[in-house]
């Protein structure tokens, strides 16, 4: 059963006016998912290879910023590591000053006087003076 319709051109303009509208709200619902003005090549050549292009190399620069923070982040431990060794330097020095300033400290020199070798290619070593 096959039935033909007859269309006005008044219509049929509408109708095709419909459509299009149609295919334009597919695809701007298209971009509004995936956030690309251009999703193929179809749409829009060179527009598409532009911004692949661009997304690439945005991920390698992402890549390279994740490296750079990394590095940045081995450095302030080490630097902290540098900070408070030379606090305990400093303080190891502080200590030492207060001592040296103590009445009853005294120094004295030791000198190492190597003895007779017991093994060949060995020394014993004694201490005198204190």
Same mark, same amino acid.
């Given at each position: *059963?096959?039935?033909?319709? &007859? ?8 109708? %095709? =006016? ?5 295919? +334009? *709200?597919? !695809?701007?619902?298209? $971009? +509004?998912?995936?956030? !690309? ?12 290879? &532009?911004?692949?292009? +661009? #997304? =690439?190399?945005?991920?390698? *620069?992402?890549?390279? %910023?994740?490296? *750079?923070? =990394? ?9 902290? @590591?540098? #900070? ?6 400093? #303080?190891? /020095?502080?200590?030492? $000053?207060?001592?040296? /300033?103590? !009445?009853?400290? /005294?120094?004295? =020199?030791?000198?190492?006087?190597? #003895? ?12 005198? @003076?204190?």
């Amino acid at each position: *059963m096959a039935s033909n319709i &007859t269309l006005s051109a008044g219509v049929r303009q509408n109708l %095709l =006016s419909l459509q299009g509208t149609a295919d +334009l *709200m597919a !695809k701007t619902q298209n $971009r +509004l998912a995936t956030g !690309k003005k251009v999703n193929s090549a179809l749409d829009n050549p060179t527009n598409f290879f &532009t911004s692949s292009a +661009l #997304s =690439s190399r945005a991920g390698d *620069m992402s890549a390279l %910023l994740d490296n *750079m923070t =990394s590095g940045i982040k081995t450095l302030e431990a080490a630097d902290n @590591g540098l #900070s408070s060794i030379t606090k305990t330097v400093e #303080s190891m /020095q502080s200590t030492l $000053r207060q001592a040296r /300033q103590d !009445k009853t400290f /005294q120094t004295a =020199s030791y000198a190492a006087i190597p #003895s007779t070798a017991t093994i060949a290619g060995t020394e014993e070593l004694s201490f005198s @003076g204190g």
